[in-house]
Nanobody, 115 residues
Framework: QVQLVESGGGLVQGGGSLRLSCAAS????????MGWYRQAPGKQRGLVAI???????NYVDSVKGRFTISRDNAKNTVYLQMNSLKPEDTAVYYC?????????WGQGTQVTVSS
């Protein structure tokens, strides 16, 4: 059974930084894509950033230049470095990964940015 475990959320002032981590454990043969999504209160969950198995990142326009997604294949871990955080970045952040062609979600980690 594959599990995704997130860490690194918290409360930060506007302009601050946080780094999220998502570690996959279990029986894993191959990773496909890995990514981060977020869901703010009253809104739908949406893509923040995704990184392909080859390491190519893509970002939603609102975080370009502020967030960086990376992966460590040896550790089965994906990271999201978030800089210059804004109050509108406040949301529950979810890790997502396609592993052995099956979709998995983490439990979510709260990120709160104060103004």
């Amino acid at each position: 059974q594959v599990q995704l475990v997130e860490s690194g959320g918290g409360l930060v002032q506007g302009g601050g930084s946080l780094r999220l981590s998502c570690a996959a454990s279990g029986s894993i043969r191959s990773f496909n894509s890995m990514g981060w999504y977020r869901q703010a209160p009253g809104k739908q969950r949406g893509l923040v950033a995704i990184i392909t198995s080859g390491g190519t990142p893509n970002y939603v326009d609102s975080v370009k230049g502020r967030f960086t997604i990376s992966r460590d294949n040896a550790k089965n871990t994906v990271y999201l470095q978030m800089n210059s955080l804004k109050p509108e970045d406040t949301a529950v952040y979810y890790c997502h990964s396609v592993i052995d062609y099956v979709s998995y979600w983490g439990q979510g980690t709260q990120v709160t940015v104060s103004s």
